[in-house]
C-alpha cells in the first residue's frame, strides 16, 4: 500500500486517529501528516508524547500561562471524549470526558432544546480553594485532581437516576457514579492488584429489570507468571440497584487471553518474541559480542527479537475491546473485538459458567473493530462492526442462546465515485421497539458522520448511486465530526450525540445532539 497522509491513511492507522484529537486537529487545520509505507505499521507517533499501550491520551492540565485571578472565569476544554447518550421523558442524559483538567461530566438538554446543554462535573475536582471566580467551571478550581472520566457509559434506571461506569486513568481502576436525592455518590469498584494492570477500559454499563447494574470492561497487564502478561474481559454485576460500595459488586472473568509483554517489563528485562510470536519478559544480559542493533536485544549472551518499548500510540492487544453489554433471555452477554486475532466475538453465561466464540473473522482477515451491539424485542442481537482489513462496515445477528451469526450483510463497502473510502470507525447501533436497525458510523476518509436503517435483507437505506455519501450524511463539513457517536429513542423520537472537532474553535471540540431521521 502506498504511504499515504492527511485522511488518506491505511485503514489501522485511520483507526487510531480518530482516538487521537492533536492528530485529527492537525489534519483538519490542513497540516501534512506523512505516514511510512505499508498497512502492517499499527502505531502512530505523537508529538507531545504519546500514551502507553493502552491508547490513552493524559489529560492537558491547565492551559499554560494561566495564572490564578479570583477575577477571571474558569473554562473548560474539549468536552465529548468517551461520551455516551441516555434519556429520561423529554431529557437527554449524556456522560462525557472534559480532557483539559480530566473530569468525569454529567451533560443534559431538554428534547425541545437540543443546543442547550447544561453540564455538572461528577468528579475530578479536588478539595481545595479555588484560584479563579468561583461562579466559574469546577468552582474556580484549576488545581489537577484525578484524571478520571475515560471510557464511560451510562444508562438511567426506570427512577430516573443515572448510572456512570467510567475509568479513572490515575488510578488505573473501575469507577461508577449513580445520583440520588442527596446528591452523586461515587465509588471504586475495582483496583488493580499490581502496578501493571490497568483496570476498567471500554466500560459498557447495562441494568436489568430491577435496576441492578452491570458492567462489562477490559483489563489489562494481569501477571500469568513468569514474565508472562494476559488482558481479561471481566463483568461486574450488582447486587442490587443504585450500589455505592466495592462490596456491591461481584466480578467474573468473561475471558482471560494471552497479551504481549511491551511496555510492561521490569528494568533490566526485554520484551522477547517467542517462535510461536508471543513474547515473555527476560532478564537482559552483557554477553553478547557486538551490538544487537534495532528491535534486538542481548539475551542470554544472544541477540534476540523484541518488542521495544515505546511511547506510540496504538490499541491494546487484548481480547475486549469496544465490549457492548447485554441482558438476553438467558442471562449476560457481551460482544467484543479480539484484537489479537482479529476477530468479533461473543460470550453468555449460563449455569454460573461464561463461554465464548468467534462470531466473525478468520486467519486472513482483521474483523470486529468498532463493534456494537443492541438487543430488539424479540432477543434477537444486532450488530455493527468494522472490517479493519478492508475499511469496510458489516452487520450481523446473533440469536441466544447459540453463537453464531444467523445473517451477515454489508452495510457500506467504501465504494464512492472517487475510489474507495475507509468508514466504519466509531460505530454505534440502535434497535427501536417496532424492529428498525439504525447505524451511525464515521467516514474516516472525508471525516464526516453518516447514517443508515436497514430497510430488509441486504438493504440498508439510503443508498444513493453518485452521492460522495450515499445520501447518508448526517453530520459533515469543515469540522470533524462521527466521534463517539450514540444513539437512544425518547417517545417516537431517536436521538443522536457525537463529538466534532474544530481546530478553529474554542475550544476544538464539542458535544453536539441531533434528531435522527
Known amino acids: 500500500m502506498e504511504p499515504k497522509s492527511v485522511r488518506k491513511i491505511s485503514t489501522k492507522k485511520s483507526l487510531l486517529l480518530s482516538r487521537l484529537p492533536r492528530v485529527v486537529l ?21 508529538a507531545d508524547g504519546g500514551v502507553g499501550p493502552d491508547g490513552i491520551k493524559p489529560k492537558d492540565g491547565a492551559p499554560e500561562g494561566s495564572t490564578p485571578d479570583a477575577n477571571t472565569m474558569l473554562t473548560h476544554g474539549i468536552l465529548g471524549q468517551y461520551s455516551a447518550l441516555a434519556a429520561v421523558k423529554g431529557t437527554l442524559l449524556l456522560s462525557a470526558y472534559e480532557r483539559q483538567y480530566g473530569d468525569l461530566v454529567y451533560v443534559t438538554a431538554s428534547t425541545t432544546s437540543l443546543t442547550s446543554l447544561n453540564k455538572e462535573i461528577v468528579d475530578g475536582v479536588p478539595t481545595e480553594a479555588p484560584t479563579h471566580d468561583p461562579k466559574s467551571w469546577r468552582g474556580g478550581v484549576s488545581g489537577s485532581g484525578d484524571d478520571v472520566g475515560l471510557f464511560t457509559d451510562i444508562a438511567a434506571a426506570t427512577t430516573g437516576e443515572p448510572n456512570i461506569s467510567y475509568h479513572d486513568n490515575t488510578n488505573r481502576q473501575l469507577k461508577y457514579a449513580v445520583r440520588q436525592s442527596s446528591g452523586w455518590k461515587v465509588h471504586v469498584v475495582e483496583k488493580p492488584k499490581t502496578t501493571k494492570e490497568v483496570v476498567g477500559l471500554y466500560t459498557s454499563l447495562v441494568l436489568n429489570s430491577t435496576n441492578a447494574p452491570a458492567v462489562a470492561y477490559l483489563v489489562t497487564g494481569v501477571s500469568a507468571g513468569s514474565g508472562n502478561y494476559r488482558s481479561e474481559l471481566r463483568w461486574a454485576q450488582a447486587s442490587k440497584a443504585s450500589p455505592t460500595t466495592a462490596g456491591d459488586w461481584v466480578i467474573s472473568t468473561v475471558e482471560a487471553t494471552a497479551m504481549a509483554c511491551q511496555n510492561l517489563c521490569d528494568t533490566g528485562e526485554a520484551c522477547v518474541v517467542n517462535t510461536d510470536k508471543s513474547s515473555t519478559c527476560m532478564k537482559t544480559s552483557t554477553g553478547c559480542s557486538s551490538s544487537c542493533g534495532t528491535a534486538k536485544a542481548c539475551v542470554g549472551s544472544k541477540c534476540v527479537d523484541v518488542l521495544d518499548d515505546t511511547k506510540l500510540i496504538e490499541l491494546p492487544k487484548a481480547s475486549g475491546l469496544f465490549v457492548t453489554a447485554l441482558e438476553v433471555s438467558t442471562g449476560p452477554m457481551a460482544v467484543y473485538y479480539d484484537s489479537i486475532g482479529g476477530n468479533l466475538r461473543a460470550a453468555l453465561r449460563a449455569g454460573g459458567k461464561w463461554s465464548s466464540a468467534v462470531i466473525k473473522g478468520t486467519t486472513k482477515d482483521n474483523v470486529g473493530a468498532y463493534c456494537s451491539a443492541a438487543k430488539d424485542a424479540a432477543g434477537t442481537v444486532h450488530v455493527s462492526y468494522q472490517d479493519f482489513s478492508k475499511g469496510t462496515v458489516h452487520y450481523v445477528q446473533i440469536t441466544p442462546p447459540t453463537l453464531k451469526a444467523t445473517i451477515s450483510e454489508v452495510i457500506d ?53 453518485g452521492d460522495k455519501n450515499l445520501g447518508r450524511l448526517v453530520k459533515g463539513g469543515a469540522r470533524g465530526y462521527g466521534f463517539y457517536p450514540d444513539m437512544v429513542m425518547d417517545g417516537s423520537t431517536v436521538y443522536g450525540s457525537n463529538l466534532y472537532y474544530d481546530a478553529k474553535a474554542t475550544p476544538e471540540g464539542a458535544l453536539e445532539l441531533f434528531i435522527v431521521k
Open 26 to 46: 492537525a489534519a483538519l487545520a490542513g497540516v501534512l501528516i506523512t505516514w511510512g509505507a505499508g498497512c502492517s505499521d499499527e502505531t502512530t507517533p505523537v
Open 413 to 465: 463497502d467504501g465504494k464512492r465515485p472517487a475510489g474507495l473510502d475507509l468508514v466504519g470507525a466509531d460505530g454505534n447501533i440502535f434497535v427501536d421497539p417496532s424492529g428498525t436497525v439504525r447505524v451511525l458510523y464515521q467516514n474516516q476518509q472525508t471525516v464526516d458522520l453518516l447514517g443508515v436503517r436497514r430497510g430488509g435483507a441486504n438493504s440498508w437505506l439510503p443508498n444513493t448511486a
